[in-house]
C-alpha cells in the first residue's frame, strides 16, 4: 500500500530532482516509428480480454464440426438466456464478446433471408428467435463490445465451392450482420476451406469481404491472417516469448498452417497486426457434456493470461453455452475466480509513486523524466533522445520490497521499438547488480513472472531497440493467486 505520506514524499523528492536535472523548455516527442496502431487497434488492445461463444447445431449433436446435413430441429435449447452469459462475461472482466453467428455447418443463429439453415426452422421460439439479436442487446445493455464469427467455410450451401455465387451469399450474410444488430466491434473470419458439392475448391473473395466490412463496420477490426489482427499460430492462448505488433501479411497464406510470423510477428514487418490468443475454457469449443468437469483449473487460465495478455497480445477466451442455452455452472464459477485472481494479483503496484531516476533523459526534459514509468498515467513516458536505443532506469523502492510480476508497458502510439531489455536488483549486502530476468519484446503490456524476490531497487535496463524507447509503466506486484 502506498500511503499518502510515502506520495508526498516522493512527489516533492521528484520535484526537487526534476527541477536540478531537467530542462523546463518544451522537448520534442519522438517521432512516431511505422507500421502504427489504428485507433481500432488501440480499443482492441486496451480490451485486452474478450470472450468467445461458439453455440450452434453442434451444442446438441455433441459435435465440433457439423457436416451440414443436421436438422434445423434439432437446435432447441430449453431455457436460453444471452444476458446470463453477457453478465458472466462482463463479471469474468472481459470487455467484448464475439458469436458463432455461422460456424462451418452452416446454420444460421439469426434468421438470414438467404438460407432455410437457420433459427428460423428451428423449434426454438417457434421459429421467430434469433440468437445474434439476443447475444448484441444484451452486449448493449452490459455494455461490452459485440462481433461476430461467420465461418466462410460452408459445409450446407449447396453451391460452396460455385466461387462467385458463394462469394455472393457469404456477402448477403455478412450484410446482414453488419448493418441489423447495432455497433459490430470485430469480424472473426477464419481460414478453413473446402470443396463444394460440385468437388470444387471454393475461391474466397477476401478483398470484396472486407470492402465491405470497412464500409459497414467502420468501427471493427478484422481478425484473419490478412486483417487487423492476426492469430498467434495456435489454439492454447499463449504467445511466444517474443511478440512484435508487427507482422507482414503479404507472405502469409489464408488458412495457410501456422507459419514463425504469426508467433512472434517480424520486428521488420510492414504492418501493424498484434496477435490475438484464442483458447477454449474446455477441451471442446462447443459444449459438450462429457466436458462438464474438464474446465480449465484458475491456474491455467492465470498462465495463459500472462502469456497473452502478458504477451503483448489480446486473450480471446471461449465459454460454450450449453444444450440449454446457459453458460453451465462450472464455467461461470471459474470465470469469476478467475476475474478476482486478476484483480487480487494486480491490486498493488508496489513501484506506484515511487522516485525514478534514468541514465539519460531525451533533451533533459521532465516531460519524459523516468518518473513517468511509476505515476499510474499509460499516456507518460521515458523516452531517451533520437538515435539512443540502449540506456536504464532505477526505480528505487525505498525499503525492501518483494514481489513476483514486473509489468512494463511501451507507449505503442509511437510504434513498438524495444527488441531487448533486462531487469537488475540491487543486492544490499553485495553492494551490486543483480540480473534477474532477461526479456525481448514488450509492446503494449509485458508480465514477466520472476521468482519472490526482495530488493530496494530495481533496474530496467534497455539494451536494445528499433528506435530510441518511450517506456510507459514499470510496475511491481506481488501474486496472492498462482
Ligand atoms: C477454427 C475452427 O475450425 C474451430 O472449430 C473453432 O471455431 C476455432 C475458433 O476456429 O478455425
Not at 50 to 66: K, P
Amino acid at each position: 500500500m502506498i500511503t499518502r505520506r510515502d506520495f508526498l514524499k516522493t512527489a516533492v523528492l521528484s520535484t526537487l530532482f526534476a527541477g536540478s536535472q531537467f530542462n523546463l523548455k518544451a522537448a520534442s516527442s519522438p517521432v512516431p516509428l511505422p507500421p502504427l496502431p489504428t485507433p481500432n487497434h488501440m480499443i482492441w488492445q486496451k480490451r485486452e480480454q474478450y470472450m468467445f461463444f461458439h453455440f450452434g447445431v453442434n451444442t446438441f449433436s455433441d459435435r465440433e464440426w457439423g457436416t451440414g446435413k443436421e436438422d434445423p430441429k434439432s437446435f432447441n435449447p430449453t431455457e436460453l438466456d444471452a444476458r446470463q452469459w453477457v453478465r458472466a462475461a462482463k463479471e469474468g472482466g472481459f470487455k467484448m464478446v464475439v458469436l458463432t453467428a455461422k460456424h462451418h455447418d452452416g446454420f444460421c443463429l439469426w434468421p438470414s433471408a438467404y438460407t432455410e439453415h437457420s433459427v428460423k426452422n428451428s423449434p426454438w421460439k417457434g421459429g421467430k428467435g434469433d440468437v445474434v439479436k439476443e447475444v448484441s442487446e444484451a452486449c448493449h445493455e452490459f455494455g461490452l463490445d459485440f462481433g461476430v464469427y461467420l465461418s466462410p467455410w460452408d459445409r450446407n450451401c449447396p453451391f460452396y465451392g460455385d466461387s462467385p455465387k458463394y462469394n455472393e451469399y457469404y456477402k448477403n450474410q455478412l450484410k446482414e450482420l453488419l448493418t441489423q444488430y447495432g455497433k459490430i466491434s470485430i469480424v472473426w473470419l477464419d481460414g478453413a476451406c473446402g470443396e463444394g458439392p460440385n468437388g470444387k475448391r471454393q475461391e474466397y473473395d477476401w478483398d470484396g469481404y472486407m470492402k465491405i466490412i470497412r464500409e459497414l463496420a467502420p468501427d471493427a477490426v478484422v481478425f484473419s491472417d490478412k486483417g487487423d489482427v492476426r492469430w498467434v499460430g495456435n489454439e492454447n492462448g499463449l504467445a511466444k516469448d517474443t511478440c512484435w505488433s508487427l507482422y507482414n501479411r503479404s507472405v502469409v497464406e489464408i488458412g495457410g498452417g501456422v507459419q514463425a510470423q504469426m508467433g512472434q510477428g517480424d520486428p521488420n514487418g510492414v504492418d501493424w497486426a498484434p496477435a490475438e490468443c484464442d483458447v477454449s475454457i474446455r477441451p471442446g469449443w462447443f459444449y459438450h457434456a462429457s466436458q462438464d468437469d474438464k474446465v480449465k483449473s484458475l491456474s491455467h487460465l492465470l498462465d495463459i493470461y500472462y502469456r497473452s495478455v502478458g504477451h503483448n497480445c489480446c486473450l480471446h477466451l471461449n465459454v460454450p453455452p450449453d444444450k440449454r442455452g446457459l453458460l453451465h455452472e462450472n464455467d461461470v464459477a471459474r470465470l469469476k475466480e478467475f476475474r478476482k485472481a486478476i484483480e487480487e494479483n494486480f491490486k498493488t503496484n508496489l513501484a506506484a509513486g515511487k522516485l525514478c531516476t534514468a541514465s539519460t533523459v531525451r533533451e533533459k526534459s521532465s516531460k519524459f523524466a523516468p518518473q513517468n514509468l511509476t505515476d499510474g498515467d499509460r499516456k507518460t513516458y521515458w523516452a531517451l533522445d533520437d538515435g539512443q536505443v540502449a540506456g536504464n532506469a532505477v526505480v528505487e523502492l525505498g525499503k525492501p520490497t518483494t514481489f513476483d510480476l514486473i509489468l512494463l508497458q511501451e507507449y505503442i502510439e509511437l510504434g513498438q521499438r524495444v527488441s531487448e531489455y533486462h531487469i537488475d536488483v540491487w543486492d544490499t549486502e553485495q553492494e551490486q547488480w543483480k540480473e534477474l530476468i532477461k526479456g525481448t519484446t514488450i509492446g503494449y503490456k509485458w508480465i514477466l513472472r520472476v521468482p519472490e524476490t526482495t530488493t530496494e531497487k530495481v533496474r530496467l535496463v534497455i539494451d536494445n531497440a528499433r528506435a530510441c524507447p518511450a517506456i510507459s509503466s514499470l510496475e511491481l506486484y506481488k501474486a496472492v493467486y498462482k
